[in-house]
């Protein structure tokens, strides 16, 4: 048994006795960090009061006891022997002999021998920082011995984990292995075996299931990376399951570890020691499964199943939080006890404002709405409270300047004491089995406070949720504009604005007359009955300007949440973008220049510009979002999903076009496996760029073609207030989620494509692709005739924009239409399926013009289900050409079920850049990416 450090110390232990002493000593060195002068006095530790704090310490409920000696310890040299110590303000405190420490564990372990002390078994969390993870590994496979009587022993490292990794755990949940990992035969074996409606699933993955809760690979860490480098898709999973353990030096093993949680998203590890057979292997983990369903935490049934000595859990801190759902047999992650993020200029200036003991209100949803049906409206709420004479009281009209603010928000009935938001929260539909969700909510006001705050609450299927509480200091006078979003998996959902004014004098009459005032902003679903089955976003992005009318972006990528000030990079970047792209919007002029392939031509020379400017703009994000650099690596970052939602109608940030491998030099050629990038929709391995990054630049790197971006636009000018019944925006559901794109098409075009030989043509192309179910219409009237009378689901058009000075309208057959009132009429009939609408060709998202975007906002308004749309300029027949290639690729989908629009329309863009169109990179699509085909 290695015992470096505490070898020494240890010396009169037997192998038995040392794991006893070791964890006696972790625990008391983590409570002897906060409680010196209560375990230590004069005479020295207090040693008849440290079992029974050790039974304090240990939180009952769930059986967790945190053991950490590794930040206080320090090594002093004695006279015979090296003794761990503790250092503190007046001295370096040895820590007790470790026969004494054994004495000291034997006695805790008797006194939680009663069930109830600690219903899950004793369950030892070792936390620790990167750089210590090896030795915190070594302490925890000694901590695993039995003689210490833990029921598992699991680490917890800081910032090991992505910021976007997965922990919350979806129902039914999956395991799954690689096709040609030894597991695969026994998965599917045993699969046959479990009834339809088994609660989880053993499979094999594929292009169409990539996702799953836990990842298993018969091969140890770094032959785990090679085979995923193979794959032709990736994966994303919340544990990874390696073998290994044992065999090669952790030290090694800790860098591909590192990778793999990086490139699947996932919030734990495990290791376990090889040598069984693989059916065996199976069969365990198929027990697993079925401890999973009863036991109240994802580590105590792994050490049962694996037992604690044979395995090394990594997991993140939230991960193992799963409990037993009373009256069901589901899992559901278990919220942790709320956190308040206060801004570092409020923590000496108001630190009461922390203390429970200084705040007059309750930290649960009032009692109040306990007797209200089940079937009651809820609605997102707030209260606000103000700190005076050391405690804190209701406000109801505005804040004041320099005084402590409290804020919560919370889902419920309409409560007379709090202020509701102005439309019903969309809950009607959520789903019969499901108890609860878990949401988090980011409160951001860049005026009033410096960073984003963020907390969770969980709301349950009927009644209140949980509170969520910010804390901060007003400290400007002026309006208060509050963003308050409601996220789930790094996805935005919901928006809303708290409004009120911050006055210097709170006895003011302008004080007296202000409110505080909710008002939505709806932008996603307004349906949430496949919540736990929608993809799960790697990050989230809000687009807004501040007060100041700076344009700003929040993200969201898991813990991670940071506000970004785009000034003029934003436009700089923006701007050149439509300069290039205008430019070769004129290719038609000078087909040879583009056409041949993205090798040839001018394509090399517009491909480095665009990702000179790209990767500029990626450094700018990197940090913040915490992203891998891609120099060393062919695969895009590990971000396969991304939402951007912009609340400010011209703020339509290209970043389609943020590249995110190296910059190519000015000389740099097209990488000669491109081709083949395309095609697979990753780089394949050890081509060319990857081995001399600057040399080469490949399409590949562009987050347009290696992410699926979801785009949603809010524009408070079109806005109407809504009833709860109305579905504002379509959005897919359990009994609406496919788009049919062969049940009837109508296509139209401008009348500049219409006077073009070379236009007519690239229509007629696209015609024969679209028959025989297609409807050709000449202008705007035979339009929303066609859709009234032959429900198409597929509306394409090529328009030309027109911007007015007073209203913005697309042209089609020489006629123009006015979008900012457009009547649902133009994209459905009443009671018929929301269509997939194309609507391609000369900005009309709105990067170039103040309020083009208004196009896209009407038609999805309107019912469209997903717009596909531009982000650059992109004029006459290379619009139809671009239309037709991914059409046509989309229609090879359709039906398939599997395929959701956003990677449909990503691996469309593929294809396009294949058939060297490069301008298929300006393509954008807007609505919900999980639409099916």
């Known amino acids: 048994m290695n015992r470096d450090p505490l070898a020494q110390w240890s ?87 470790a026969e004494v420490l054994v004495a000291v564990w034997r006695d805790f372990l008797k006194r939680i021998a009663d069930p109830t002390a600690a219903r899950s078994g004793l369950r030892l ?41 997965h922990t919350d755990w979806r129902w039914p949940f999956t395991v799954a292995t690689l096709p040609d990992d030894p597991l695969a035969e026994p998965f599917t074996q045993i699969q046959q075996q479990i009834p339809q409606a088994s609660p989880f699933r053993l499979v094999v993955t594929s292009a169409q299931a990539r996702q799953a809760e836990i990842f298993v690979s018969s091969a140890g860490a770094a032959d785990t990376v090679k085979r995923l480098e193979a794959l032709e898709w990736g994966i994303s999973s919340r544990l990874l399951i390696v073998t290994g353990l044992g065999t090669t030096p952790l030290a ?33 983990l198929r027990g697993l499964c079925d401890r999973l369903l009863t036991q109240q ?92 004479n050391g405690q804190f009281v209701r406000e109801r009209s505005c804040y004041i300047v320099g005084q402590p603010t409290l804020v919560t928000v919370f889902i419920a009935p309409q409560q007379e004491d709090s202020t509701a938001a102005d439309e019903v929260f969309p809950d009607n539909e959520l789903p019969a089995d499901a108890d609860k969700h878990r949401l988090r909510v980011v409160f951001e006001e860049t005026k009033q406070f410096d960073d984003p705050m963020v907390a969770d609450l969980v709301l349950p299927r ?31 959902l919901q928006v809303c604005l708290l409004r009120t004014r911050v006055f210097q004098d709170p006895n003011s009459p302008a004080a007296a007359s202000s409110s505080i005032t909710l008002e939505v902003i709806p932008i ?31 993200g969201v990528a898991g813990q991670q949440i940071w506000t970004y000030y785009l000034a003029k990079k934003i436009d700089d970047f923006t701007s050149d973008i439509n300069r290039l792209i205008s430019d070769v919007a004129h290719w038609a002029k000078d087909k040879a220049a583009y056409e041949r392939g993205l090798d040839q031509g001018e394509n090399p020379e517009l491909l480095r510009d665009l990702a000179r400017m790209g990767r500029s703009f990626y450094k700018e994000l990197q940090e913040r979002l915490l992203l891998p650099s891609q120099s060393q690596t062919t695969d895009p970052s590990p971000v396969p999903h991304l939402q951007v939602v912009s609340i400010d109608p011209d703020l339509v940030v290209p970043l389609e076009f943020v590249y995110e491998f190296d910059a190519p030099s000015e000389q740099a050629a097209v990488c000669p496996d491109h081709l083949e990038a395309l095609k697979a929709g990753r780089c394949p391995k050890n081509c060319p760029r990857s081995s001399a990054p600057s040399q080469y630049v490949c399409p590949m790197g562009f987050w347009g073609l290696n992410k699926v971006i979801e785009r949603h636009l809010y524009n408070p000018g079109q806005h109407p207030r809504l009833h709860a019944s109305l579905s504002f925006l379509a959005e897919p559901i359990k009994d609406r989620k496919r788009l049919s794109l062969r049940s009837g098409a109508v296509l139209a075009y401008s009348q500049e494509i219409q006077n073009n030989r070379t236009g007519v043509k690239a229509v007629s192309h696209l015609e024969e692709i679209l028959m025989p179910n297609l409807s050709v219409v000449k202008d705007w009237v035979e339009w929303k005739q066609c859709i009234q009378n032959k429900h198409p689901t597929l509306l394409v058009a090529f328009p030309h924009n027109v911007a007015g000075s007073k209203s913005i309208s697309l042209e089609i057959g020489g006629k123009k239409l006015d979008t900012l009132e457009l009547e649902s009429a133009y994209v459905r009939a009443e009671n018929t399926s929301s269509p997939l609408v194309f609507l391609l060709g000369c900005d009309v998202a709105g990067t170039e013009s103040v309020n083009l975007a208004n196009h896209i906002h009407s038609f999805r308004r309107a019912g469209a289900a997903v717009i596909v749309s531009t982000i650059a300029t992109v004029f006459g027949t290379h619009a139809v050409q671009v239309g037709e290639a991914i059409i046509a690729r989309l229609l090879e989908y359709n039906g398939s079920e599997s395929m959701t629009i956003g990677d449909a329309i990503r691996e469309a863009k593929c294809a396009a850049l294949r058939q060297s169109l490069p301008m298929a990179l300006c393509v954008v699509a807007f609505g919900d990416a999980d639409w099916r085909l």
């Open 524 to 554: 996603t679903s307004a349906s949430w009955s496949d919540l736990e089955k929608k993809t799960n976003f790697d990050a989230a992005l809000l687009l807004g300007r501040s007060q100041e009318r700076e344009p700003t972006m929040t």
């Open 125 to 165: 969390v070792v936390p620790t920082t990167g750089k210590a993870l090896l030795q915190a590994a070594h302490f925890a496979s000694l901590l695993a011995y039995p003689q210490v009587g833990a029921a598992s022993v699991y680490l917890t490292p800081e910032r090991f984990f992505a910021p976007m990794a």
């Open 252 to 284: 090694e093993q800790m860098p591909p570890l590192e990778i793999l949680a990086a490139r699947m998203a996932a919030a734990g590890i495990a290791m376990l020691a090889p040598g069984e057979s693989t059916p065996r292997f199976a069969e365990r």
């Open 462 to 492: 009927h009644g209140s949720s949980t509170y969520a509480t910010f804390t901060f200091i007003p400290r400007k006078e002026g309006v208060f504009k509050g963003t308050i979003s409601i996220v789930h998996h790094n996805r935005l």
């Open 11 to 97: 010396a009169s232990l037997t192998d038995d006795e040392f794991p006893m002493a070791l964890a006696a000593l972790g625990v008391l060195a983590g409570l002897a960090q906060n409680e010196t002068d209560q375990l230590y006095d004069p005479t020295g530790w207090r040693l008849d009061v440290l079992p029974e704090r050790f039974k304090s310490a240990l939180e009952s409920a769930a059986g967790l006891l945190y053991w950490d000696m590794l930040t206080p310890l320090s090594s002093t040299a004695g006279e015979s022997q090296i003794q761990p110590t503790l250092s503190n303000q007046r001295a370096s405190i040895a820590f007790p002999p």
């Open 297 to 388: 935490s994802l580590d105590s049934a792994f050490a049962e199943v694996f037992r604690p000595t044979e395995a090394l859990l990594i997991l993140h801190r939230d991960l193992p939080l799963l409990k037993k759902v009373e009256d069901s047999g589901f899992i559901r992650v278990a919220k942790r006890p709320s956190t308040t993020v206060v801004p570092a200029t409020f923590a000496t200036a108001a630190r009461s404002i922390l203390d429970p003991d200084s705040v007059a209100i309750s930290t649960q949803p009032s009692t109040a709405v306990t007797n209200v049906p089940l079937t009651a409206e809820r609605y997102i709420q707030q209260q606000s409270y103000r700190q005076q």
